[in-house]
């Protein structure tokens, strides 16, 4: 028998509403639910069912019976699984000492019971600061040591003092949308850009900043193309016009921040042609797009984390906000919005005692783990095989494919073969696989009864099917470790605990199961609530920072050694830093860029997604291909000091000359072939990162492109 249901989308956190078609308790069919603020289903999402029963799925908990490395393992069960890993760790613990075990989560534990109950997302909103915390271990990690927290945490917090999720664009009332280093359309769900299409659909203009021509500068009234790893330079550019023309919000500046005489001294440091030289841009088409910014009141902001990636990327994102707090363009209608404080009753905190050791990478990036309250994984490495500043000896990893998101891949690599005890949690093998002592089989989040946040609501994830197999949750599969490491009452032991917990009250969870929604009382929009102490949690006027002001000089930044001013920093690695090197390889490499069939480096297993795009690409200018003898099609090596990798050319001239863009997310053999052999991160560099967030640098790369044969596919 057929039934249909509305439920919360199961392919990836993004929690959208989607209708399905069930025979017999499986999926048979999905499609966007109608007349719901948050349906939607995206190109991975049609695919749902091939995801759900690919015959790659782990269904049976699995340990190793071979060499690592060569991903040979055999079937158990849980009880032995369990006991396994349990005794393995606590077998380091008393080798080594708690230090020497570290966790960390990907975008496959996003969650929101996982996310919550772990903090992979945001350290103020987790029930344990750290999985192995309880045994001493200070070490707690997550995929956030390459992604996101630049742009969510370091720079919103050392201008406005507080996480990025409180800083929105407004978008609805918006007469001119200002989109840097994003692109809307390819965001997983797509809601912001149906905001930016309704907005233009009543006469909005969208100005775009890229280095290449992406979907929304093609919707854009204007757009402009920068050289990579440069935009920091044109941010400051636009801050010496706003400065020298006078254009900017006197009271705003005088009474609200902090740094505009020495950012003054700064920004006249160069004159402004030469601060357009660095972006490639012309000085008037610059004056341009700082009149366009200026003079339409109601101008906002779309940024996400495609400005991380260059050697300084906190103090870029830093400048470009600094733009829109020198206009005044502060919590005001159409600019950028400032959420206040409060937040929804979810999971509470437990308590354990700090360690004495600090976790990794806390001497190399102390305000990272400082902030964060997280290790920095850039430096597992460094500690599996070096020792430094300890030794670290096992890991446990949930949801994350290492080897296809860290640069110099071969380097983790040989950091897992020499951990001594490994375990993964997740639904697909992956790559970091291979080096496992345990392998642990989690669900899908169809398969899950958990939560997700809408806004100011809580609505209930309903389970669509049953587990695959003999998958298992994966905070109930974490309680089931914790428990056999001493401290189980860490985590839910079973659905109605989770919703308890998460909620804060037993009504709110039954109430949940019975409604499928908890609503929160949504505040009265106000503005400008720096004047009125609704910005801060103490109720006191301004910003959260310690001067109470928007930090242009950022005190924080300065404490910990580094400078306050969002100054540009050249890429190390560029035609103008290196021009030696730039005549080996005389293109710029970026990478990361979304696209529709993957999410991240999911799902390149999924066939109905592969024959939409089989095979990674490199884009490439028309006239550096034809330099090449490269047409479109046609396989080639991009070669950067590191290494060599193949792709399939894009030849186009929606990228300028002297760039080059490159599909990511491939590198596993349990991948289809043409990826299996494209880890974009071989060409990349684990040494050279963002000195203050310590990211790698994934845009701004030198390298080249080398014809392989002359055959296309």
Not at 98 to 118: K, M, V
Request: glycine fraction near 8%; charged fraction near 25%.
């Amino acid at each position: 028998m057929e039934v249909k249901q509305s439920v919360i989308c199961g392919v990836c956190p993004g929690s959208c509403v989607v209708d399905v078609n069930l025979e017999d308790g499986n999926l048979i069919d999905i499609f966007p639910a109608k007349d719901e603020p948050f349906g939607a289903l995206c190109l991975r999402g049609k695919f749902a069912k091939e995801i759900l029963y690919s015959p790659d799925r782990l269904k049976k908990p699995l340990i190793r019976v071979d060499e690592k490395g060569e991903g040979i393992f055999r079937e158990t069960s849980w009880e032995e699984a369990l006991d396994y890993v349990a005794h393995g760790f606590l077998k380091i613990k008393e080798k080594y000492g708690p230090e020497a075990l570290i966790n960390h989560s990907g975008r496959g534990g996003f969650e929101a019971s996982t996310s919550d109950f772990l903090g992979i997302v945001n350290p103020e909103n987790r029930a344990v600061p750290g999985f192995f915390l309880p045994l001493g271990s200070p070490n707690v990690s997550s995929v956030g040591s390459v992604c996101y927290n630049s742009f969510g945490a370091f720079a919103p917090i050392t201008t406005f003092g507080a996480y990025g999720n409180s800083i929105l664009p407004d978008i609805a009332n918006a007469n001119r949308i200002v989109v840097w280093g994003a692109n809307p359309i390819t965001k997983s769900p797509q809601f912001q850009f149906h905001a930016i299409q309704a907005a233009v659909s009543r006469g909005a203009k969208i100005t775009a900043i890229d280095h290449f021509k992406t979907d929304i500068c093609k919707r854009a009234e204007e757009y402009y193309l920068v050289r990579s790893g440069t935009d920091g330079a044109l941010a400051l550019a636009i801050l010496k016009i706003i400065i020298e023309e006078d254009l900017y919000n006197k009271e705003f500046v005088e009474k609200w921040t902090e740094g505009f005489e020495e950012l003054k001294s700064y920004v006249a440091s160069k004159t402004l042609e030469e601060w357009a030289d660095i972006p490639g841009l012309d000085p008037e088409a610059i004056r341009h797009l700082t009149y366009q910014i200026a003079e339409e009141e109601k101008t906002t902001l779309v940024m996400y984390t495609g400005l991380e990636y260059s050697n300084s990327g906190v103090q870029t994102i830093r400048a470009v906000y600094t733009i829109w707090a020198l206009l005044g363009k502060i919590d005001i209608p159409g600019g950028i919005l400032l959420n206040s404080p409060a937040k929804l009753n979810r999971v509470k905190e437990i308590y354990c005692e700090k360690p004495d050791k600090k976790p990794i990478g806390a001497n190399e990036y102390p305000l990272f783990c400082e902030l964060m309250q997280n290790a920095h994984f850039m430096k597992f490495p460094q500690a599996v095989l070096e020792n430094n500043p300890y030794p670290v000896k096992g890991l446990l990893n949930l949801g994350s494919s290492i080897l296809t998101s860290y640069p110099n891949p071969n380097k983790f690599a040989k950091a897992l073969s020499k951990l001594e005890f490994f375990v993964v949690i997740d639904r697909y093998f992956t790559e970091d696989c291979k080096y496992a002592d345990v392998v642990l089989p989690a669900t899908t989040y169809f398969e899950d009864e958990s939560y997700v946040v809408h806004g100011s609501t809580i609505r209930k994830r309903s389970r669509v099917v049953e587990p695959i197999g003999e998958a298992r949750t994966d905070i109930f599969i974490i309680h089931d470790i914790a428990k056999r490491l001493g401290y189980g009452e860490n985590y839910p032991k079973d659905e109605f605990e989770l919703l308890e917990r998460a909620l804060g009250s037993k009504e709110l969870a039954e109430q949940l199961n019975r409604d499928g929604f908890v609503k929160y009382p949504v505040p009265e929009r106000t503005f400008k609530k720096y004047e009125s102490g609704k910005f801060r949690k103490d109720g006191k006027l301004g910003f959260p920072t310690p001067s109470g002001k928007f930090e242009i000089k950022s005190s924080l930044l300065e404490e910990f050694g580094y400078p306050g001013l969002p100054e540009y920093m050249e890429p190390t690695e560029s035609p103008v830093s290196q021009p030696e090197l730039a005549k080996t390889y005389p293109l710029v490499l970026n990478t990361g860029a979304r696209i529709s069939t993957t999410f991240r480096s999911q799902f390149l297993n999924i066939s109905g997604l592969l024959k939409i795009q089989p095979e990674p690409l490199v884009w490439i200018n028309t006239a550096d291909a034809e330099n090449r003898n490269i047409a479109d099609g046609d396989k080639v090596w991009v070669k950067t000091k590191r290494d060599q990798v193949e792709f399939m050319a894009k030849v186009t001239d929606e990228i300028p000359s002297g760039e080059i863009e490159l599909n990511m997310g491939g590198g596993s053999d349990y991948q289809a072939e043409a990826w299996a052999k494209s880890n974009t991160n071989r060409l990349t560099d684990d040494e050279n990162c963002d000195y203050i967030s310590g990211f790698p640098i994934y845009k701004a790369l030198l390298c080249d492109v080398e014809k392989l044969d002359s055959k296309k596919k």
